[in-house]
């Protein structure tokens, strides 16, 4: 019989629910995203996160029992997202998990978000028939985080099931030192007028250029001390002065801020009234970024001599990512691996998954989980 774990997650502005079998095997996955609700203030608003998990943490779960065509008695344990997070966001699928745990008498397995991220690029190389090597270099990128760990195996590997992540080890090799690269995307568009969240619309907006060149050029992004650190708000900064001594940029942008308030959001509403000027600095935006998450997540690969590359998290998503670390590593005899874009973003799936190998190894939590807003995962 296999293991079958329902997994939680409402760390930020998604409230999500999955049930996934022995850690791969995705039975079901629904995400109920807030971006409606948090759009108009251009940014996750913690207190309505709250509000929103607590109006969908029960629908959601209980579709995502449906889709698997299972009963709360079905499942073997629930694994919870615990940290990091929005405190109040995370106490709702805590609150939610340790209700069902107690009912069922169930298991409660504690999931670090971070570990979950890590998991989704396993369930896919799963559902791909990949096989992924370790020791991995893994970059988690997303609106909340940018950061870079080396993942080992376990030192006893469970050798009669292969292909069943381990509880990795984790040692953080690098990290930003201000804005996570997403937050970048969605400074950026914001300032330029592209609403929220900005990764999807810039990324489509910076593949439309038709050969204007780009109206500044942006530099590798530099740091002091460990080359593995990251910096985006400099590179935010740069957009934010080019355009203001740009007087040409206002017109446009007005009017694509007009354009979103009457609900015209969407990359074909915007697009035209996107100059050529904005599209190519849109797009040397994006390959400034996207540089500098190539080189310095390749570098530390090489450092450590990774055997692959994990991608994973929101900005996972981006094209010009993919194709750019996909290009790079072959070079280098290296193998690159992203979750899809539906497990890039956040989901329980991923959070089911992580809790796998935990339920295996008997890692429980009781009544006295709480939220860990700044839980570490090395
Ligand atoms: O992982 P996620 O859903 O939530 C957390 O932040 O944890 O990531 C959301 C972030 C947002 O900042 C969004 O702008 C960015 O991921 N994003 C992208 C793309 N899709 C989402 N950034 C660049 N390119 C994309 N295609
Ligand atoms: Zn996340």
Redesign the pocket.
């Known amino acids: 019989m296999s293991v079958r774990i329902l997994g939680i997650e409402s760390?930020?502005?998604?409230t999500a629910a999955a049930v996934v079998a022995d850690g791969r095997e995705i039975l079901s996955s629904v995400v109920a995203s807030q971006i409606d609700v948090h759009r108009k203030y251009g940014g996750v608003v913690p207190e309505l996160a709250s509000r929103e998990h607590l109006r969908q943490i029960v629908p959601v779960v209980r579709e995502a029992l449906e889709q698997a065509k299972m009963e709360l008695a079905d499942v073997d344990a629930i694994g919870v997202t615990h940290g990091p997070?929005l405190t109040g966001a995370l106490l709702v699928g805590i609150t939610y998990g340790k209700t069902l745990a107690a009912a069922l008498e169930k298991p409660l397995v504690p999931v670090n978000?971070l570990e979950g991220?890590v998991h989704a690029v396993f369930l896919e190389a799963h559902k791909s028939g990949r096989e992924l090597q370790l020791p991995a270099v893994c970059l988690i990128?997303?609106?909340?985080?940018t950061v870079l760990y080396e993942v080992t195996a376990d030192a006893q590997p469970r050798l009669a099931e292969p292909q069943i992540p381990e509880i990795f080890q984790y040692r953080r090799i690098g990290q930003t030192r201000d804005d996570?690269?997403?937050?970048a995307?969605?400074k950026v568009?914001k300032l330029l007028g592209l609403g929220?969240?900005?990764?999807?619309i810039?990324?489509?907006l910076a593949a439309a250029t038709n050969g204007v060149s780009a109206p500044v050029k942006f530099g590798a992004i530099k740091t002091r001390g460990n080359p593995y650190d990251f910096s985006f708000s400099g590179l935010k900064t740069a957009v934010l002065y080019h355009v203001r001594e740009h007087p040409e940029y206002s017109a446009e942008i007005r009017s694509r801020e007009e354009a979103l308030v009457r609900g015209e959001r969407k990359y074909e509403q915007l697009l035209p009234l996107c100059s050529g000027q904005t599209l190519a600095l849109v797009r040397e935006f994006?390959g400034a970024?996207v540089r500098d998450l190539v080189e310095r997540t390749l570098g530390a690969a090489e450092e450590i001599s990774a055997e692959s590359v994990l991608v994973s998290?929101?900005?996972?998503?981006?094209?010009q990512?993919r194709a750019t670390f996909e290009d790079r590593a072959r070079g280098k005899g290296l193998e690159v691996f992203f979750p899809s874009?539906a497990l890039?973003?956040?989901n329980a799936a991923m959070i089911a998954a992580a809790a796998y190998s935990r339920f295996k190894a008997g890692i429980f939590a009781d009544s006295s989980l709480n939220p860990d807003p700044s839980l570490k995962l090395a």
Do not use: F, I, M, W
């Open positions: 760390s930020c502005d998604e997070g978000h991220h990128v997303s609106g909340g985080h996570a690269a997403g937050e995307y969605d568009a929220y969240p900005g990764g999807p810039l990324d489509r994006q970024v998290g929101g900005v996972a998503a981006n094209s990512l874009r890039s973003t956040d």
